[in-house]
C-alpha cells in the first residue's frame, strides 16, 4: 500500500509557472505507475499526465500537451507534474495517483491509490 501527499498548489496569474509535487509514503515507490488527475469544480474528474515506473514512458492529455511535463524521482519517491503556460481552464484540484502495474493507464477507475489533491487557481 502507498500514501500520497500532493504539494505545490496555489493562486497564479494566467501564463504563470507551477510545479506540484507529489510524495509517496510507502514501500516498492518504482513498483508504481504513477499520475496525476484533476478535477474541475461541477466537472468530472479528468486525466491529465502519467508515468511509466522507470520514468521511460509518459502519456499526456491534449489539452496540456506542450504545457505540462510529468516526471518522477525514484530515489525521493516523488513524482512532479511541472506546469507552464497556464490558463484559467486549468484551474481545478489536482490528485496524484498510483497504480501497482507496468502499463501506463489514463482512467482514472484503474488506479488503485489516491492523495487529497492540491487546489490550482488560475486568474485571468
Known amino acids: 500500500q502507498v500514501q500520497l501527499v500532493e504539494s505545490g498548489g496555489g493562486l497564479l496569474q494566467a501564463g504563470g509557472s507551477l510545479r506540484l509535487s507529489c510524495a509517496a509514503n510507502?514501500?516498492?515507490?518504482?513498483?508504481?505507475?504513477m499520475a496525476w488527475f484533476r478535477q474541475a469544480p461541477g466537472k468530472e474528474r479528468e486525466f491529465v499526465a502519467a508515468?511509466?515506473?522507470?520514468?521511460?514512458?509518459?502519456r499526456t492529455a491534449n489539452s496540456v500537451k506542450g504545457r505540462f511535463t510529468i516526471s518522477r524521482d525514484n530515489a525521493k519517491n516523488t513524482v512532479y507534474l511541472q506546469m507552464n503556460s497556464l490558463k484559467p481552464e486549468d484551474t481545478a484540484v489536482y490528485y496524484c495517483a498510483a497504480k501497482g502495474t507496468s502499463v501506463v493507464p489514463i482512467l482514472a477507475e484503474e488506479y488503485e491509490y489516491w492523495g487529497q489533491g492540491t487546489q490550482v487557481t488560475v486568474s485571468s
Open positions: 508515468i511509466s515506473r522507470s520514468g521511460g514512458i509518459t
Open positions: 510507502g514501500r516498492a515507490f518504482s513498483s508504481y505507475t
